[in-house]
RNA sequence: GUGGAUGUAGCUUAGUUGGUUAAAGCGCCGGUUUGUGGCACCGGAGACCGUGGGUUCGAGUCCCAUCUUCCACCCCA
C-alpha cells in the first residue's frame, strides 16, 4: 500500500469493533475519579515549547528527542504535548484556579506525542488518563490519588497489578544522595556499562534502574535514597505509608523506582502490569510540590499520576478481562418496495426518538440479503414491512434469537418493544 | 537512536531447485421457484506478491536499498 494510505508510524486507528471498549475504559476512569472529587479539565494538544521545556525539564528525554516541536505560521515555537501535566499547570495558574479554593482536583484524558521508536506498549501517538492535585501538602493526599488509581484500575477489571513506591526527596535530600550515589559508583566505574557510565554524571539515579547483570550487581549495594530522606520527607513518606494501610492498599517500598520527568519531588509510585511486555508501567505518578511555583504560580504542593490507556487496553487483553456488552439494534426492518422503505423511514425515525437503535436496508437488497445483514449486525429483532402490512397495520416481530413472532401494531411499536426488553431482562 | 524478526486478496496462510493467466480457507456480494437470518450447496468480486533498483531470456521466489509492522535496548504511560 502507498505510504500515503497508511497511518503515519507509531499511530493507531481505533475501529467500531474496538472504539466501545476504549470508550468503557474511559468513563469509568472519569467516573471513578469524579468519587474522588476530581473534575475533567481540557486544555489544548499543543502549547508553547517554552511550556514542556521547563517543566519536564531540559535533561530528559522526552524534551531532548522525543518532542514533536515546529515553528507556526506567526513564528511561535510549537509542541505537541508530550504529557498532560505541564498543560494542566500552565491553564490552572493562567485561569486563577489556584488562588480559589484549595486543594484543586482536576482530571484529564487526552492525546500525548512522542517520537519515540514503537514497540509493545508504546506508540507516537498514546493517551493518557491523569489526575492532578493542587494545594495539598498532606501525605494524605498522596494517599489518596493512589487508592484512586487503584480504584479506577479495579474498575475496569484490572485487579493483578503490584503498586510500587518510593520517596526521592526534596530538591535538598535528592542532591544529598545524588551525591553519595556518584561517590558509590564512581569507585566501580570501570565495571558499569557503556550507558550507566554515560548516566554517572546526566542522571546517576537511573543506574539503579539499569537492567544489565553487572550493574545490577554493583548496584545492589549501593545507597538506597530512603536513608538519605531529610526529617520532613522521611515522615512524609511513612505518612504516605500509613494512610495505604488505613485504605488497605498493598504496596511494596522500591527505592530503585526513578521516574524519568524532572518536576517529582518526595513521592513517586507506580503501579506494574506483568502482561503487556516490556514497558510494563501501567499508571506512573507522584508528587511535584516546587512545580506550580516555578511555572509563575503561587508556591503551593501538587501531585498527580497518569496512566497510558493504551496499556490499559493491552493488559485487559493479555489477561482476557470481560468488557460490557456492546449495544446492539433493537429492530431492524426489512423492507419491500419502495412504499416500505419510505415507511421504514418514518417507523425508525419515530423508534430513534424513543431511544431505541433501529435500522433498515438502505442498499436496495432482497429481502433474504437484509435477513442475512440484520443477523449479522446482531439484530434483537426483526420485522418485514411489505404492503400488506402497511395496509393492515399490523406486522411480525420475529425475535433473532429464538424465531418467535408476535403480531404488532404498527403504531404501537415502541411500546411493544419496551415491554419485549422487559421481560428478556428476567 | 541501536539491535533482531517480518511483509503474498479485508483476515489467516500456501506457493516446490526462479518458468505460462499467483492458490486456499475465512470474510464480502449474489443465487439455490422471486415474503424471512443462522446450516448446506453453487457462483462472483477482490492481490500492481510492502516500495524502488539490480541479476536473468524469465523473479512472489536470488541480491541491494528503503519503508512498514512486531520484539528488545534506551526511555516512559
Known sequence: MAEINRAVKGTNDILPDSSAKYTFIESKMLETASLYGFREIRVPTFEHTEVFVKNVG?????VQKEMYTFTDKGGRSITLRPELTAGTVRSVIEHGLVNGALPVKVCYLGGCYRYEKPQAGRLREFHQFGVECFGAASPA?????????????NEIGINDISLEINSIGCPDCRNEYG???????????????????????RNPMRILDCKNPECKEIAKDAPTVLDYLC????????????????????????????????????TV?????????????????????GLVKSMGGP????????????????????????????????????????????????ICTALRSDGYEAGFDICNRGLKAQMKYADKIGALYTMVLGDNEIASGEAKLKCMENGEETTVKLSELSDTLFELKCKSVF
Open 58 to 62: 531540559d535533561t530528559t528525554d522526552i
Open 141 to 153: 493526599a498522596d494517599a489518596e490519588i493512589i487508592c484512586l488509581a487503584k480504584q479506577s484500575l
Open 179 to 201: 551525591k553519595a550515589l556518584k561517590r558509590y559508583f564512581e569507585k566501580n566505574i570501570d565495571k558499569l556499562c557503556d550507558t550507566c557510565k554515560d548516566r554517572l554524571n
Open 231 to 266: 526529617d520532613d520527607c522521611a515522615e512524609h513518606f511513612d505518612g504516605v505509608k500509613k494512610h495505604l494501610d488505613a485504605a488497605g492498599v498493598k504496596y511494596t517500598v522500591n527505592p530503585r523506582i526513578v521516574r524519568g520527568l524532572d518536576y517529582y519531588t518526595k
Open 269 to 289: 509510585f507506580e503501579f506494574v502490569s506483568g502482561d503487556i511486555g516490556a514497558q510494563s508501567t501501567v499508571c506512573g505518578g507522584g508528587r511535584y510540590d
Open 299 to 346: 508556591d503551593i504542593p501538587a501531585l498527580g499520576f497518569a496512566m497510558g490507556i493504551e496499556r490499559l487496553m493491552l493488559t485487559l487483553q493479555n489477561t482476557n478481562a470481560p468488557f460490557p456488552e456492546e449495544d446492539k439494534c433493537d429492530l431492524y426492518i426489512a423492507t419491500l418496495g419502495d412504499n416500505a422503505q419510505k415507511e421504514a423511514t418514518k
